[in-house]
């Protein structure tokens, strides 16, 4: 087992640590310049790679490798070709690069792995909204369910993972333009948890493979506390209900959208469609 894996708790602890480090050493502008560069959400990367490895994938079939950034896989989708944020290639199937003839944008483009390869391929991407969450939601949505109707269009049996996480507190730009280290809640925090949790459950648990082309065969909804010296994550909605973040008559539930069954979730919906040992 490599000695580099991180756990998810690691990961959020570092990311609270370097946001906060930058705001009291740069500011507003030291903290977006840090977002920008991806080096916090490069750390959720590791940990989704770390976590294929401890449930027995063969770490030379992940793309990029862990600790490593560069190596994503752009893949041949309906309407695009797109760099994947994760992908683990299978062990039995050949890239045969293909001439597209799909009528549309891609129509004559080549795509140098091919349909097999492509749809055989196991992709999970990584995204993450520490800040406007509420004011950005609907494209950053629009944009989540699109990316799975891309692939699924033309490769209806691949098994797409989408790793998606939520501040519960954001930090107050007004303070961090003088240094300050201050959380602001959300106005109306339990319909704005609420609304997550609907859209993505409704876009979550992918099993049949003639429809619902916009919907991941997992996707994990990651709610995270990052006011608290520890960063606290949310896995239950008895938690979420305890810390005031769902009403008890919500009919919403992060039960299905948690992180502890997520890639388990994946690598089962993959050897149901695929068969076993092919990431070994």
Known sequence: MPQNLIS???AVNRIKSSIEGAIISGGTTAKNNLIRSQQPI???????KSELIRQGVNEQFINPPLGESAGELKLAGFFKHKDQDICVVPNNVQKIPETLTTEGILYGKEDVFGKDFTEKTLSINVRSQLSSSAKNFDTLYERTFAEALNLHLRCPQMVLGEFYMIAVKE???????????????????????????LSFNAINGRMDTSSNHNKYERVCLLIVDFSRDIPKIYDTDEELR??????DDSIASIENLSFPDFISDLLKIYTDRFGTGRFT
């Open 8 to 10: 998810l708790q690691e």
């Open 42 to 48: 490069k750390l959720l990367h590791e940990v989704v």
């Open 171 to 197: 930090y107050d730009s007004n303070y961090a333009n003088n240094n300050q280290v201050v959380y602001r809640g959300i106005s109306s925090i339990q319909s704005h948890i609420q609304k997550y949790l």
């Open 242 to 247: 305890a810390d005031g973040l769902l009403s």
